[in-house]
């Protein structure tokens, strides 16, 4: 794996992409195609990573870039940007949606969050490198091919194989209070029961690669637990359809005009987060939803291969509601157990 990773955190983001694209972004109607990652491997030494893709487009008009996959195993956005290929229809917009629904193909494929081949977390690659591996090569793309065309990035997610959290729409903050307000125009308009405002993930994410652009980002945690939820689903489908028509790229519909309200609140800093203070069995004392006080205690770490040792207990550090839990019993010191939100003024 050195060697595989050896020109991957060059990541400057230079140079041209080596993935090859077949549509052609300016014509109208629709196009699904496959990107062409070349992967010259011992099975197929001629190979290359068909990465699915597709283009709607009618006429003048913003552009959204609606992506999923972006972790392998958060699934709900998968679904609705996999439908919205087969069902939309370049008639009944105006302008054009590209279509990434499986932003990191191996990951997916694989029902991981990482990458199989270079164990690359796609959201933490970005600008990316062409001359990187897979991973490494697809951020660039998308950064360079994709983000660069698109006005908004709305970016998929969930809560992954160890995270689950009440469906949630979020933006990050900018120094910008015009910027901020847009995108927490966005937010709402997405209508998941909750919305948030956070710091970012940093610039090695898609956030990171939007604001490089000058570009506004949508990101979503719309469930998880590696499984797929119904409501969650449900709010993937709608919150594509709903920020189409916050853009203006389709008219608006019972599904903006009789949008759930959306809670909106603020994802701070460290106190927000809870992690395990030791290796074992986590037993939670909150569930999602909860509101809780800052010193109560979150749970605690019960030894089961030691029944005589007292449990170690995990407290909450700052008082707000309890947004995300951690899904697998086991936990290792470290591991996020809970991130909570406030509300917002
Ligand atoms: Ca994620």
Redesign the pocket.
Known sequence: MAALNATANGGMGGGKTRIGCEIDFDADGKQVSWLKLPFSVHRSAYGHIAIPIACIKNGKGPTLLAMSG??GD?YEGQIATTKLIRDLDPKDIKGRVIVLPAANFPAAMAGMRTSPIDQGNL?RTFPGDPDGTPTWMISHFIETELVSRADVILDL?SG?SSLLYIPSALVAISKDKKRTERLIALAEAFGAPVGYVNAGGGDRTSTGAAERAGKLRLGTELGGAGMVGIDAKKFAEDGVRRVMEHMGIAPKSKLTTNKPKTRMMDVGGDDYYCFAPDAGLFEPYADLGAMVKKGQVAGVVQFVDNPLREPVPAYFGRDGMVLCKRVPGRVERGDCLFHLATDRD
Do not use: D
């Open positions: 972006n972790h958060e959201n997610h992954g």
